[in-house]
């Protein structure tokens, strides 16, 4: 904290400024990784922070305001660490809060099944001299487990409240906010017991605190006393650059006696130390019982983890999830299409004619607005279930697992497994995957990771293969749509190879990471959680999808009255672009400038494309039903598509489907590419630049343009490169041009 | 005799740590110390990395690193 922060809060305090009541009480939420602190700040304060079954899905601060007993709380909710040590990033956050910000208090988050564990971390936190609380949470595991645990005995040894919780089923969450409040008001009165570290420790200390007292006085002002001389000791690196003390001869001597005495570097000594009070505790009050059965976790594991199984496993996994997303939002996306394309045109028209609305903003409306929003919407459900199966597989814990399994190809390319992570979080949206990069402690792998993030098909680029998978390839759309994910992953196993002969030499980062055991998430979270990202997709319809589908009709139709849509401003400038797309198959004006407008958002290739084969006015439909027909069609139609994706679940026979023609834009794009180029279409928009909210996040993670520009120069040569090989090398195979 | 070298489902006491790099002290931080009971549970599909349990719960990590564990076979 600077001198001026520190000043300021006691000139507060002095003044007896504002009443304690009315003052908003500041709560940091720390501890281990995994432990629970997203889960229990949602649970608490409503809020819908991102929770996940792996160590180190929290990579920032974030804060969480609300009210109890008439008191205003912000609980602040940290990445977790397992020392007060950082390596990575996110650590550093935390860390870096609790010094220098001093809350009021820290809710230590302590898993109760893994006690030592945490503990270790519990006496690092008490050297801060801020007041603790801990909730002991994850205590309905530990109770299934049948381990029993002396509440009393924690807060009577380290002198700290003491609350078991279980975050999942909300149960001790008022007691943990009471104890908080009668601890804050406490004051200081209530800060941890002063744990002791054992003679030669503390013999050490007490030399180095004098030398500081006598040398450096104002540190220990700046900074907690024990903490910081616990620090000093170690010689955390960054704390002492910090402190910046000229003179270290004082340690040197302190420590002479402590490494003769113990014959270990002080790092060892330090941790020993702190673990053995944090064992000893454990001892004191946990009781296992002695029969300890085979848990649920390692039979998931025996076959997950197999061998033989394990990549297969993974493979298939994938390629269920694909299967399972689109069967079972195809026949709702359907109705969404279905919907947009009829009565929402004819609804738009029978209001706006009336009104004396002249032609073209009719044509705006339903040739712009509604073709291009309604193309993506269509798609909305593909994204949701997409995120839905994310999200599971991130509150199960087989993250860490695929993490696991991926080491040893992610090592060959110069990472390592946990890199896998944010690449799975990109399949839903490259933006936190890139965020996700946090994690990693070496910041070459946090730019290699980045760069590789973007190859990961997320959800929008889902409508492009949707779509034309749906006229090209109807019997096999998932092994298609999972080909794709597929070659997007060993393409960055391919371009990591490069990078790492290029541009990232050195030695292969270490790879330690924790395995939780599986949980199974409750289906609120998921459905909460899966909103959650998925909204944003929602959004971008409703926003710059919408810009866009404006922008796009205005340019499709200027300048004024253009007989073709070719002759447009958008067409022309297609036309312009479309020689490069040639040799890859499909260099026509339309798929050019579908092209071109996707750089915003993958989405919007399809909105384009909705937009650009719109049908020409006046070749519509003669019977035009009335608007009660149409509300009922747009119940019935719903309904059948949910019995329709039931069905699908269950493996039932569907009826033989009549081939209705659903409107121009399915037959204008069966006209205007083969099953060959199409694919050759969506392998260049699954590698082409990243959208620009990407491009955006990686110059915000990287503080400077040079990584976004490496990545949106060597993707779209990537792209180009691949969908040549496609096209070119299926017309070689005779798989049609 | 090192970490690396058992198999899966053998146990080990850890007699000592070499100097196994810049994340030694990570390890230290998640329980990985001298005196400390291991045991192998599995090892990745393709050869690396493996997966211990230790002070109860369960750590995945390299062979390399593990080779720089030492430790007393026990049971
Ligand atoms: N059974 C049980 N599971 C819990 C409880 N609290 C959290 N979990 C689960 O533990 C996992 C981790 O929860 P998070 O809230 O993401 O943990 P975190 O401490 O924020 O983790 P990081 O952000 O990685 O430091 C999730 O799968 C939760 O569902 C609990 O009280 N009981
Ligand atoms: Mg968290």
Redesign the pocket.
Known sequence: MSNTQLKYKDDEQAAGGTPAVARTITVAVAGNPNSG??TLINAIAGTR???GNWAG??VEKKEALFEFGGRKIRLV?L??TYSLSPYSQEEIVARDYLVHERPDLIVNVVDATNLERNLYLTVQIMELGIPVVMALNIYDEAQEKGYRIDVKGIEEMLGVAVVPTSATKKTGLDELLKRVLDVADAGAGRAPRKLSYGEDVETAADYVAEALERNYPSLLERYPKRWLLLKIMEQDGQVLEKVNLPDQGFLEEALHHLKRAHGEDIESIMADVRYSLASGLTREILEKPELRQTELTEKIDRIVLNRFLGIPIFMAAMWLLFKLTFDLSAPFGEWIGAMTDGPFKRWASAILTPLGAPDWTVSLVNDGVIAGVGSVLVFVPVIFAMMFFITFLEGSGYMARAAFVMDRTMHSIGLHGKSFIPMLLGFGCNVPGIYATRTLENPKDKVLTALLVPLMSCGARLPVYVLFVGIFFPNNSSTVIWSLYIMGILLAVLMGLVFKRTLFRGEAPMFIMELPPYRMPSFSSLCVHTWEKGKHFLFKAGTYIFAVSVLVWFLLNLPWGVEHKRDSYLGQAGAAVAPIFEPVGFGTWEAASSLITGVIAKEIVVGTMGEIYAPKHGEEKKEIPTLQEDLKEVVTSFGEASVKAVKTLLYLPQPEEKEEDRGGLKLAIQGAFTPLTSYAFMVFVLLYMPCVVAIAAMRQEFGTWKWAGVGLLYQTALAWGAALIVYQGGRLLGLGG | MNLAKLKPGQKGKITSIGSIGPLKRRLMDMGVLVGEDVKVLKVAPMGDPIEVSIKSYNLSLRKKEAEGIAVEVAG
């Open positions: 602190k997203s922070l991102h929770v899905v929290t909710d990445p977790g």
